[in-house]
T-cell receptor
């Protein structure tokens, strides 16, 4: 069974640009989560999508947004990039969002903002 | 709000020995889950072990076991017979059970080095 996949592996942007990160969950999983792992800040919850809808959002500005497609894959968009957005962005998926099911992580996208 | 504290930033252990990684958490919830994740230098987060708070029995997975003390809000990970492949960053995480709170709250992590 294929795990969670993310693309691209690395992304380099300049300040003010937009970044789009993609995630494909494990087959059969309907929930997708996004986390930011920034140096010195640890892992912070960004967004949670389930069945195509945003279910919860972390303490991030509105320029962080995303969506979930009918096939349950997800996209994270970061607009008006700032230097402090440089981080590893991890996507995770799970099967049952109400049961607190285990989240399985992808390899991440390393975003560098110059 | 929940908080997870991993007070040791780094630890080192000799291959084949046993090491214990500490984690404490703070919550007013009674139903929740606790996890240990491992992040090797390749950066892929891998689930090590999971504990349901309502279960008295400590979870075990091969060489990995936890000491879950609910009253003390403590959740330590014991790694027996340490192997070089155990070198990684280890994160303790909390998840409230159910509803709109299916997010993981992580500790800062601890870097574990296994020496040959």
């Amino acid at each position: 069974e294929a795990g969670v996949t993310q693309s691209p592996t690395h992304l380099i942007k300049t300040r003010g640009q937009q970044a789009t990160l993609r995630c494909s969950p494990i087959s059969g999983h309907t929930s997708v989560y996004w986390y930011q792992q920034a140096l010195g800040l640890g892992l912070q919850f960004l967004l949670w999508y389930d069945e195509g809808e945003e279910r919860n959002r972390g303490n991030f500005p509105p320029r962080f947004s995303g969506r979930q497609f009918p096939n349950y894959s997800s996209e994270l968009n970061v607009n008006a990039l700032e230097l402090e957005d440089s981080a590893l962005y991890l996507c995770a998926s799970s099967l049952y969002q109400l049961a607190g099911d285990t989240q399985y992580f992808g390899p991440g996208t390393r975003l560098t903002v110059l | 709000a929940q908080t997870v504290t991993q007070s040791q930033p780094e630890m080192s252990v000799q291959e084949a020995e046993t090491v214990t990684l500490s984690c404490t958490y703070d919550t007013s919830e009674s139903n929740y889950y606790l996890f240990w994740y491992k992040q090797p230098p390749s950066r892929q987060m891998i689930l090590v072990i999971r504990q349901e708070a309502y279960k008295q029995q400590n979870a075990t997975e091969n060489r990995f076991s936890v000491n879950f003390q609910k009253a003390a809000k403590s959740f330590s990970l014991k790694i027996s017979d340490s192997q070089l492949g155990d070198t990684a960053m280890y994160f303790c995480a909390f998840m409230k059970r159910g509803g709109a709170n299916s997010k993981l709250t992580f500790g800062k992590g601890i870097t574990l080095s296994v020496r040959p």
